[in-house]
């Protein structure tokens, strides 16, 4: 348990010192900082978004070969 509240104050901390150094700093290097936010954003919805359809071409073709058996069994049993 002592980990755990280390770690969230070590994280608290961390946010703390963001937050004042962010809001120290001029508007150009705010605007630098939101860039790299959104960037970085965009690439996890691009990523999130590939797996997406990764996934659901695996399910389909997961699907393809089951059916494929289906009716290579049922065919058997006629």
């Known amino acids: 348990m002592g ?6 104050l070590a994280l608290l ?3 703390a010192l ?4 962010y809001k120290k700093s ?4 705010q605007q630098a900082v939101k860039d790299k936010i959104n960037t970085a954003k965009d690439n996890l919805n691009k990523w999130g978004n590939d797996i997406k359809t990764k996934a659901n071409d695996v399910a389909s ?3 393809g070969k089951v059916n ?3 009716t290579k069994a ?3 049993l006629s």
């Open 13 to 15: 901390g961390l946010g």
């Open 26 to 29: 001029t508007p150009e290097e």
């Open 74 to 76: 049922e065919d058997s």
């Open 61 to 63: 073709q997961v699907e």
């Open 18 to 21: 963001a937050y004042w150094k």
């Open 68 to 70: 494929e058996a289906k």
């Open 3 to 8: 980990n755990k509240t280390n770690g969230l």
